[in-house]
């Protein structure tokens, strides 16, 4: 089946920036839409930001303003461009292509 690979996840102090990146392992059936969510210990999984295949966007009220997803169609890629980042960012974040889920890249944001 297709797998998603992520990558970008790391640690970083507050007020720093990461990109996170999620391809798939081959030419999928687009779906109307992509995201990533997130899941902090002992929180639910939340979605973090949307982008439809129209290319509209939307975010969580939490990262709005310092998150930004964005694709590439061509390279069955989506990204996260995560600036400003705040301990409350810290969570494993998780690629979504429905109906496809990645596995998992840890973000730490230290104080």
């Known amino acids: ?4 690979v992520e990558s970008g996840g790391g640690l970083v102090q507050a007020g720093g ?3 996170l990146s999620c391809v798939a392992s081959e030419i999928i ?11 902090a210990p002992g929180k639910q ?3 973090v ?3 439809t295949i129209g290319g509209s966007t939307n975010y969580a009220d939490s990262v ?3 998150f930004t997803i964005s694709r590439d169609n061509a390279q069955n890629t989506v990204y996260l461009q995560m600036n400003n980042l705040k301990p409350e960012d810290t969570a494993i974040y998780y690629c979504n292509m429905p109906p496809r889920w990645g596995q998992g890249t840890q973000v730490t944001v230290s104080s």
């Open 64 to 66: 709005r303003g310092r």
């Open 17 to 19: 920036s990461l990109r």
């Open 29 to 39: 059936f687009r779906p109307n839409a992509m995201g990533w969510y997130r899941q």
């Open 1 to 4: 089946q297709v797998r998603l």
């Open 45 to 47: 999984r939340e979605l």
């Open 49 to 51: 930001a949307a982008i």
